[in-house]
């Protein structure tokens, strides 16, 4: 089957940047896959956006064989998928190594890095069929390391450097791969890092100016919809209030 309507797969959809950018690919006329855990979430989504528009993938990303089913029973019109953005993902945890919980490296590890690449692999042949294009959502992260950081850090830098390496990878297919690398936005995101602290996050927030989520969905949207022969490799982004900190130094 002949597919005008261009596709979105955008994994990690119920919250956060994930659901901005399916509002802003369905707003722009794009049809939109929508994954995520939270089947009620999906389900509004879809009630608010329209049927024929969102296709609701409900699974868990660290669970292969789930990822393979939903993508096997994709409806006709979602099925040529144009766009991946590798969205879904988090942090667990504030603590330095030495006090960190090794459940949460593992869910950050499965999570942010086994899944995305197991996504991205599925994926690969129709978005080289379809000369498609592949947003991974890195973070600031990635680059400048913070106390607590630790494997959260070591697994958005991953995510940017694996970016990198498609590029090369997918050289001369047209395809067009983005490491997308927020600083601050606020999202659910400090909620889910301190496992339900809402104080923690709003004090995080709070008179700090942080991004949107629909500045980072407007900046995915830019990205996408560049001239086929435009290719954003990395893009970091911060609010005007966050910038770059010192070195720290331990004394005598
Ligand atoms: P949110 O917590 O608001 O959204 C995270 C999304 O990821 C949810 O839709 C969640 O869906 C999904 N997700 C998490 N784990 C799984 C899983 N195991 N299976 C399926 N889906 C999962 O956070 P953000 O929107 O802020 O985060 C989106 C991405 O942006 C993440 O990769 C994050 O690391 C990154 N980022 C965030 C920044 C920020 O400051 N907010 C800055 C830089 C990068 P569900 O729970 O329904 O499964
Ligand atoms: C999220 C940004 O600074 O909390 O990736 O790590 S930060």
Redesign the pocket.
């Known amino acids: 089957m002949t597919q005008t309507t261009r596709t979105a797969f955008i994994t990690g959809a119920t919250s956060g940047f994930g659901a901005a950018a399916a509002r802003r690919f369905v707003a722009g006329g794009w049809n939109v896959v929508a994954t995520g855990r939270r089947d009620d979430r999906l389900r509004k989504l879809v009630h608010e956006l329209g049927a024929d528009r969102v296709h609701p993938a409900m699974f868990d990303v660290r669970d292969e064989g789930a990822m393979r089913a939903a993508i096997e029973a994709l409806p006709a019109q979602f099925k040529s998928i144009d766009l991946l953005v590798n969205n879904a993902g988090l942090?667990q945890g504030t603590l330095p190594a030495q006090k960190a919980d090794l459940t949460d490296w593992h869910t950050m590890i499965d999570t942010n890095v086994r899944a995305l690449v197991e996504i991205t692999h599925a994926l690969l042949p129709t978005l080289i069929e379809r000369q498609g294009a592949i947003v991974n959502i890195s973070?600031?992260?990635a680059t400048y390391p913070?106390t607590g950081?630790n494997v959260?850090?070591g697994t958005?830098a991953f995510v940017s450097q694996f970016s990198l390496g498609l590029r090369a990878d997918l050289h001369g297919t047209g395809v067009r791969v983005t490491a997308l690398e927020?600083?601050?936005a606020e999202t659910e995101?400090t909620l889910v890092r301190t496992h339900g602290d809402q104080a923690a996050s709003d004090a995080l927030y709070k008179g700090a100016h942080p991004m949107t989520a629909d500045d980072i969905a407007d900046t995915i949207w830019w990205i996408a919809t560049l001239p086929p022969h435009l290719n954003i490799n990395r893009l970091e982004m911060m609010p005007t209030r966050q910038s770059f900190a010192g070195f720290q130094v331990a004394r005598d």
Request: glycine share 24%.
């Open positions: 942090a973070s600031t992260a913070y950081g959260y850090g958005k927020p600083g601050m995101f």
